[in-house]
């Protein structure tokens, strides 16, 4: 991290204490179907081993082992306190952003005819990038002057998130949708600022950027799956209502757990401020920038162009379904690879993969296309662009001190929200041929990928003389 030393929000402690397991003897036991008492040997009679020893049980073994095995692997990647609660943070984040994306979904998208829903998306989407302008600068003087600001900047997020969430419930068919769903858009966008500042100082010793980035990645996308299926049933019954209810309590968990995260003390210098900004500018940065820029664009635009394409092909909820969950298999299994593909690449190398392997995937798709295929490519284009923004939030951190780390990643969030919104609203004003449309965004994929190598290399041989 451009040789600051990192201040840490607090001295990393066992996390035994904080992530319960259930003990392996006992769950042996349990599953297997034996008696906890060891003074008895004794087989059970036929009929009670019939009657303990049904499907049901069998079943029921099964998501008990499946259970204590996730909880395992979130403390292992916990490792500490602090950087579990900020798992469970990211997870409830993701978990009711996703509930608020079926919700919009339902209700802006599939219930209302193809010319009234392009209308509606068009203004949603000018309602998520109009006041960046003004949030981006705020949040950047704010989170930066005050190292006990992130902490408290996160749990004003999840508390208005949870009660916009409430207010939204009971007014989904009116006007005041827009105004609520823009305020929660704009709430967690600054989650994805703060997470970006405050993970250097959370992160456990000995774990790379990478694999930190990794980790938050994977919870959110794990917990976005989780209540997927949920979500859309109480869609269909009760209805959006209580739905959106469920999202309230999900956020109001990401509330307190962020109220248990160490506070920390002291303002940064306005000299420190202004060279870590500096640092923030850098060639690299600017260059990583471009590349995850152009691949949010490809998203924003492959998302809705997909969307409008299974409309007209009376896909309906059904290729929804497919797209969302290709995309959030795509999210959890670039977070995945990210951390391995660090072993073998710089995080400026697996930027260029992951636009090359994108462009690659989009032209093959676009002479081939269709449902299947479509879902293929949204499930390529989840593993690129989440391993690319694992990449790039790593490279920020790696060159940002912690003065300027608010300030650079408001900006590029901003920055990134726009070039998706663009994206997004091409298929929403003009109707793009299916595999045209596919077919050229990976072309331009191929491009920008070419041209970040090539950027890289000039780059390199500067510094090299």
Known sequence: MAGSKRRRFGRPRDSSRYWETVDDDRDDRWATGRSSDRGSHRDPEPSSRMTRGGPDD??????????RRAVRRMKDDAETPEFGRMLIYQAASAAGDALIAIALAGTLFFSIPTAEARGRVALYLALTVAPFAIVAPFLARFLDRSRGRLRATMVIAALGRGTLAWLLSTRIDSLFMFPIAFGI??????VLVVRGAALPQLIPEGRTLVHAN?????????????????????????GVGTELLLTSAVYLVGAVAAVGLPKV??????????GARRKARSVSIRQGLVALSAIRFLVGFLVFHLAFSFRRESAGSVGLGLLVGAAASGGLLGALI????????????ILALALMISGLTGVVVGLTFSTQSAAGLVLAFGITSGSAK???????????PEGGRGWAFARFEAGLQLAWVIGALIPV?????????VLGAGVIAIVFALLYTVGRRRVSRTIGR
């Open 214 to 238: 990794s980790s938050l990645s994977r919870i959110g996308a794990i917990a976005g799956m989780v209540v997927g299926l949920p979500g859309v049933a109480l869609l269909k019954w009760p």
């Open 58 to 67: 069998d079943e029921e073994s099964l998501a008990r082992i499946a259970a």
């Open 390 to 400: 694992v990449a790039f939030d790593s490279m920020v951190q790696r060159e940002t």
């Open 185 to 190: 858009l704009i709430l967690s966008r600054a």
């Open 338 to 349: 990210a951390p391995r593909l660090k072993r073998m690449l710089k995080e400026e190398g």
């Open 265 to 274: 003390r002291g303002r940064l210098d306005i000299k420190e401020q202004m």
């Open 429 to 437: 004003l003009v109707a793009v041929p299916s595999g045209a449309g």
